[in-house]
Each structure stands twice: as C-alpha cells, then as structure tokens.
C-alpha cells in the first residue's frame, strides 16, 4: 500500500472518531454541523436556546452577485457561496423538496447618485445576469403605481433571490435528527484545554470532551476566549422587522416583485394584502419602540395604504459585528479552536462558505 493511502486511510479514521463540539446553533452553527456530519465526524451542538437567535429572525435575502464591490475577503466568500448554495439546495430537497431561492432580487433607490452607481457597476461588471431595469419595464411600472410614486430607478439580478430562513432551519434540522446529532440545551460558561482534548463545562457543571471546538455563538463567542489576546471585539446590532396588512381593496401586492429592496429596506409581498418589511440597524439590545416609522420611511412620500396599514406581526433579531475589522470573524485560534461569528447581515449568505473553511482546516488539523 502506497504512504498516500496509509494517510488517507488514517485521516478517514480520525474523521469517524473525532468529536466536534458546536457551540451555537444559529444557521452558522447548524450548517457547520451539516458539513461536518456528511465528512463523517461525530457531531454535538451546544446551545440552550436554539430558536432564540438571531438566524429565526432573518428575511433570508441572499444578496451575493449583486455585491458591488468584485474583490477581497469580502467577494471571496460571497462567490463561494453563490457556487455552493446550489448544490446543498439540492441535497437538503431530500429532506424538503419544496425548498428553494426563489429568484430574482431587485435592488431599487428614487437617490440619482445612487442610481448612477449601479448602473456604472452594471455596464462595468458585463454579466448577463445583472441588468438595469428600465423606467419602462413592467417591474418598475407596477412598483411605482403601487408606492405612488414615478422616481423609482434599479438594477435586478437573476442569480440572487430569497430562501425562507424558517424553512431553511427547519430542513437542517430534519437532516441532523436523521444523522442522530447529539443536541445538547445547556449554557456553555468555560472552555479549556486539557491534555489533547477540549473540555467545554455547562452552568449545570456537566463536562462535554471534544478533540475541537467550534465557536458560532454569535456575541457569547468572545466570553468563551482571550478576546484581548486574540483582539477580538463585537458589538449588537438589533434588526427590526414587520409584518403589515392593507386594507384597499384597489392595492394588489401580488403585483409586484417576490422580493426588492428600496433604499435599504426589504419588501416582501406575502399576499394581495399584506406584505412584510425589514430591517433597521439598531446598536442596542433593547428594540426600538416606533417601528413602524422606522421601517416605512424609505420613500419622500408614503402611499395612503401604507400610511394606514396594520401591524400584524413585529419580531427581530440580535446580530453581532465585528469592531476593528471586517465581517465575518473566521479564524483558527490555534490547537483545535475555531470562531465563526460576527455575520452581521450575511449569515444565511456566507453559510456554505463559512463551513467549507472549518472543515478544510478540520482536515488540516488531522493531516
């Protein structure tokens, strides 16, 4: 037998007797989980309140192609992911057939500075995929009769869409019950190395052994280290969003597009009726009262429906981000620890890539 099978022999064994642990089970955490258990590593997860995170909150707007800026870590991942996000839609349809992107995303803005950006961006980047949309287009047309409006100008990307973020855990999920992954809800308070192996200890005093540990516990990550000497800093950023009901019977949001953008804030028509809004930028822990202000100011004029509509359902999220440097935080701080955290916005987005990375040094690690 040839040194190279030896090794891949010895690798593969590693691989079925590790032990990961996951601390965190926002959509960082569960998609670590799921690449790792399909390499065949054992997998336990770590999180007392699952569905408490900031992940059950997202819109799921994944905005990769039509990322302005074409290089760095930042574009990196993005494309990573816009190459990958296709392959684990179809392995997790087997848990879920109707999962999907659904496609395409409009960005829009009424600012003509802005709009001349991404028109520049458009005929400098020559991807059939990303098109300005024209005042004349149906789209446009039906957006600005709805809003009330005639100033709405944009771009429309065929590539990026929207994943229902609830569907997308759910489906995780579905997969990690049928590979049997050990959940534990407790709170992980201390974390140290001993001999070769990490042991994480919960509020109950109950001790959890792992050959690595993988922080994606979002701002509770840095409790967990050194944050001075690995110069790691987070801070919350809250995003509001809304669920609003029209009652005007000459309003048909079913017109309009699945999901846009208009000046940084997220529409998502649910019905003739209704319609979701999201999200604000909120550095606090603690959401802000006036939501619905907030989250309808994003045209010079609001139309008499919306200025009149109902606020049916109000939820958010608690994001962290990284202070001093970029987003998101990937890094090996060396003898089997690893943090993901620090997503802000593009969790669902950077998802594969983001596990991709742990696992190319788990696998590092064991060679």
């Known amino acids: ?64 192609n039509m990322y302005q800026k074409r290089r760095g870590r930042s574009w990196d991942l993005r494309k990573q992911s816009n190459e990958l996000w296709p392959k684990w839609i179809k392995f997790l349809q087997k848990f879920n057939y109707e999962l999907n992107i659904v496609k395409p ?48 100008k944009g771009i429309i990307s065929f590539r990026d869409g929207r994943i229902n973020a609830t569907s997308l855990l759910q489906t995780i999920d579905k997969y990690l019950k049928h590979k049997k992954i050990n959940f534990i809800g407790e709170e992980i308070i201390k974390i140290r190395k001993l001999n ?79 319609l979701i809004i999201g999200s604000t930028d909120e550095y606090s822990t603690n959401p802000e009262e006036n939501i619905f202000e907030k989250l309808t100011n994003f045209l010079d004029k609001k139309p008499i429906w919306l200025i009149n509509g109902q606020v049916t359902k109000k939820w958010f999220g608690i994001r962290s981000r990284p202070q001093g440097e970029a987003s998101p935080i990937m890094k090996n701080l060396g003898n089997g620890l690893m943090i993901c955290t620090g997503f802000y916005k593009n969790g669902i987005l950077l ?13 590092k690690y064991f060679s």
């Open 105 to 152: 995303l409009i960005q829009l803005t009424t600012n003509e500075e802005k709009f001349k950006k991404l028109e520049k961006f458009i005929y400098e980047n020559h991807d059939q995929n990303l098109r300005i949309l024209e005042k004349d287009s149906i789209l446009i047309k039906n957006i600005n009769k709805t809003f009330q409006t005639k100033n709405i």
């Open 351 to 363: 998802a594969p890539a983001c596990s991709r990375w742990v696992a190319n040094e788990i696998k």
């Open 196 to 274: 070769n192996q990490w042991v994480s200890r919960t509020r109950n005093d109950e001790e959890i052994k792992s050959d690595i540990i993988v922080l994606c516990n979002s701002l509770k990550a840095v409790d967990l280290i050194d944050s001075e000497s690995h110069k790691i800093k987070l801070k919350p950023v809250l995003g509001q969003a809304m669920e609003v009901d029209i009652n005007d019977a000459e309003v048909n949001l079913l017109s309009l597009p699945k999901q846009f953008n208009i000046n940084g804030k997220n529409i998502i028509p649910k019905g003739k009726n209704k």
């Open 1 to 64: 037998m040839s040194t190279s099978n030896i090794s891949m022999k010895s690798l593969k064994e590693h691989f079925n007797k590790a032990h990961i642990v996951i601390i965190g089970s926002g959509i960082i955490g569960k998609f670590n989980a799921l690449e790792l258990s399909e390499l065949g590593f054992q997998v336990t997860i770590i999180d007392p309140a699952q569905y408490k995170n900031a992940s059950n909150a997202a819109l799921g707007l994944l905005m990769g």
